[in-house]
T-cell receptor, first 113, second 114 residues
Framework: GNSVTQMEGPVTLSEEAFLTINCTYTATGYPSLFWYVQYPGEGLQLLLKATKADDKGSNKGFEATYRKETTSFHLEKGSVQVSDSAVYFCALTMNSGNTPLVFGKGTRLSVIA | DTGVSQNPRHKITKRGQNVTFRCDPISEHNRLYWYRQTLGQGPEFLTY????????KSRLLSDRFSAERPKGSFSTLEIQRTEQGDSAMYLCASSPTARVGEQFFGPGTRLTVL
């Protein structure tokens, strides 16, 4: 079946450090890929998405590029802030979004001042 | 856009009792999803509705679980004869059909079965 694998957390970084959270997927076909974020005490919210190979999703300084050849969708940010502390989930859906999201286990990021 | 709301936010019950959760989606969204999330895991799909029609159910959804969405508005998720393994966060999400994979999540209902 379809699945998403994320790097284990927690990840602890100093403010202004570079962030990478790895995500790889297994899917029969060509999924659409997403990063969702869960801030403390809040519900999951969409951070960015990419619907086809080589697309780059970006939002709030975060970026991820859909790499079909490596089945990856790594999340990056050049300079993290304390307010980026949250749990980040990589997810996929198939059939142009007509199937439910399949999530990874999540990666907790803590940014310290 | 008032967001997705879920009630109650917390529920503590004894094993064997029945519980019901409610989800109110964003009003113009015709798709509604239920997920379950346990500690250290990502959300796992349970079931989803297109308007009032329940289109898919996960194998995770045992016979003790039932979901409804009468009139295509709010939805309820009922768990009968709860077990300790049902303890989890139950998440509801809604989306418009046209926006691929873009789901709007509620804050969740945390269920604790003693």
């Amino acid at each position: 079946g379809n699945s998403v694998t994320q790097m284990e957390g927690p990840v602890t970084l100093s403010e202004e450090a570079f962030l990478t959270i790895n995500c790889t997927y297994t899917a029969t076909g060509y999924p659409s890929l997403f990063w969702y974020v869960q801030y403390p005490g809040e519900g999951l919210q969409l951070l960015l998405k990419a619907t086809k190979a080589d697309d780059k999703g970006s939002n709030k300084g975060f970026e991820a590029t859909y790499r079909k050849e490596t089945t990856s969708f790594h999340l990056e940010k050049g300079s993290v802030q304390v307010s980026d502390s949250a749990v980040y989930f990589c997810a996929l859906t198939m059939n142009s979004g007509n199937t439910p999201l399949v999530f990874g286990k999540g990666t907790r990021l803590s940014v310290i001042a | 856009d008032t967001g997705v709301s879920q009630n109650p936010r917390h529920k503590i019950t004894k094993r064997g009792q029945n519980v019901t959760f409610r989800c109110d989606p964003i009003s113009e969204h015709n798709r509604l999803y239920w997920y379950r999330q346990t500690l250290g895991q990502g959300p796992e799909f349970l079931t989803y509705f297109q308007n009032e029609a329940q289109l898919e159910k996960s194998r995770l959804l045992s016979d003790r679980f039932s979901a409804e969405r009468p009139k295509g508005s709010f939805s309820t998720l009922e768990i009968q004869r709860t077990e300790q393994g049902d303890s989890a966060m139950y998440l509801c999400a809604s989306s418009p059909t046209a926006r691929v994979g873009e789901q709007f999540f509620g804050p969740g209902t945390r269920l604790t079965v003693l």
